[in-house]
């Protein structure tokens, strides 16, 4: 189908894609797999992704234009932890009735542009960080080739200029965006209210340490979201899906980025991962801040987390509605370990 402009619809752009990677892959099954704002196409060694075009408070992909960019921002900063994943855009084009995809490099051609998506080698799925913890298959090796691409990562890191007051206040609002949806009487977690009146507490207790950390120049341009579903245990490992849409949710303290991991290993089932990339990373990084400081990092993301499950419920169509309010309260466990380790 097409819509009113004449551009064809998202499914009919979806079966073409699914079709092209089917004969790709020589007839292999192709995946089709929906997040928040994308759909990716998994068929052969390649995988396709495509942006939606939606529209939230913090983003607009509602137009041609505006997804190209993005997936040029995606191109960018995923090749700098997974340069040989990210291969290149590709274009969507429209010519009398038919699609093609065109790599940027051939542009310009006869069609009209109708989407952009992001071409990249297709990972095995056996070797994602989560997987392998899941399945009990986790090496030291593994953990030794991922601490060597971390630390690379966060020495060439740039160093944005931030001001220490605009850094507590991103931070100051972040708790206030969790409170307001953490709060809200249809999710029925009263123990949030309270976790997150002594997560107010403990970042007036610890400015001073967060403010030193701006002073020494100690912010990075990071990857933003640190996931271990983001991270495939090849040889080098990869780090793919870096959070691109937003540059000021990529500025943040290493120690921030690598105690969100820790959080997510714990939640997959590995809790010894996270403090041992922290020793070990603030070893090489010649950088040992506070424990007091890496306990409220991990409460912050554990709180920042439990308000992501539960936004799903928001959702106009919520997938899989059962998993978002058991997720949220055990982040909401951990955010209160981490808080219970500064109260001490």
Request: aromatic share 6%.
């Amino acid at each position: 189908m097409e819509t009113v402009d004449g551009t064809p619809d998202i499914e009919a752009k979806l079966r073409y894609l699914q079709s092209t990677l089917f004969a790709a892959g020589n007839g292999k099954p192709v995946r089709r797999i929906e997040t928040h704002m994308s759909w990716i196409l998994l068929g052969g060694e390649r995988a396709l992704k495509l942006k939606k075009p939606v529209r939230y408070p913090f983003l607009d992909f509602t137009t041609v234009q505006a997804r190209e960019r993005n997936a040029r921002d995606e191109l960018r900063l995923n090749r700098r932890l997974a340069p040989r994943v990210y291969l290149g855009l590709l274009a969507l084009q429209w010519d009398d009735g038919a699609f093609s995809l065109v790599a940027q490099e051939d542009l310009p051609a006869p069609g009209r542009t109708v989407d952009w998506l992001v071409s990249m080698l297709r990972l095995p799925d056996a070797r994602m960080l989560d997987r392998v913890i899941a399945q009990g298959e986790l090496q030291q090796r593994d953990v030794d080739a991922l601490f060597e691409v971390l630390v690379s990562f966060y020495r060439q890191a740039p160093r944005p200029a931030i001001g220490e007051d605009d850094y507590l206040q991103r931070l100051r609002d972040e708790l206030a965006a969790s409170r307001s949806l953490l709060a809200m009487p249809r999710f029925d977690l009263p123990q949030a209210h309270g976790l997150l009146d002594r997560m107010d507490r403990a970042v007036a207790k610890h400015e001073d340490k967060l403010r030193a950390r701006v002073r020494e120049r100690r912010i990075v341009e990071g990857h933003g979201d640190l996931r271990p579903e983001h991270v495939c245990l090849v040889e080098p490992p990869v780090v793919i899906d870096a959070l691109e849409f937003d540059a000021r949710l990529r500025e943040l303290d290493p120690f921030d980025e690598l105690s969100f991991l820790g959080l997510e290993c714990a939640m997959a089932g590995d809790a010894g991962i996270g403090p041992q990339l922290l020793a070990r990373c603030a070893d090489a990084l010649d950088d040992h801040p506070p424990a007091a400081l890496l306990r409220l990092h991990t409460a912050h993301r554990a709180l920042l987390r439990a308000r992501l499950s539960v936004a799903h419920l928001l959702e106009t169509e919520v997938r899989t509605p059962q998993k978002w309010l058991p997720q949220a309260g055990h982040y909401l466990e951990y955010a209160g370990e981490a808080l219970a380790g500064l109260e001490v």
